[in-house]
């Protein structure tokens, strides 16, 4: 299943992308951002958000296995 940036359409999330959606919006969100709409709806940048996905891989959150 491809899933598509529900704001600018780029296809194929990787799974970091979709757990960081999840972790930070909701385990049953059903529409998910790429990384620079991410970081635009939250406004942040998408170094902070490469930062957090480390952190959330560090803290051994399921979303990211």
Same mark, same amino acid.
């Given at each position: 299943? &491809?899933?598509? =940036?529900?704001? *600018?359409?780029?296809?194929? %999330? +990787?799974?970091?992308?979709?757990? @960081?959606?999840? /972790? ?6 059903? &529409?998910?951002? =790429?990384?620079? *709409?991410?970081?635009?709806? %939250? +406004?942040?940048?998408?170094?902070? @958000?490469?930062? /957090? ?13």
């Amino acid at each position: 299943m &491809k899933i598509c =940036c529900v704001a *600018c359409f780029k296809e194929n %999330l +990787n799974k970091d992308t979709i757990a @960081l959606n999840k /972790k930070l919006l909701g385990k049953n969100i059903e &529409k998910y951002y =790429c990384l620079d *709409c991410l970081a635009g709806f %939250l +406004n942040v940048t998408v170094d902070e @958000l490469l930062e /957090k996905i480390e952190e959330f891989k560090e803290e051994g959150c399921e979303l990211f296995k």
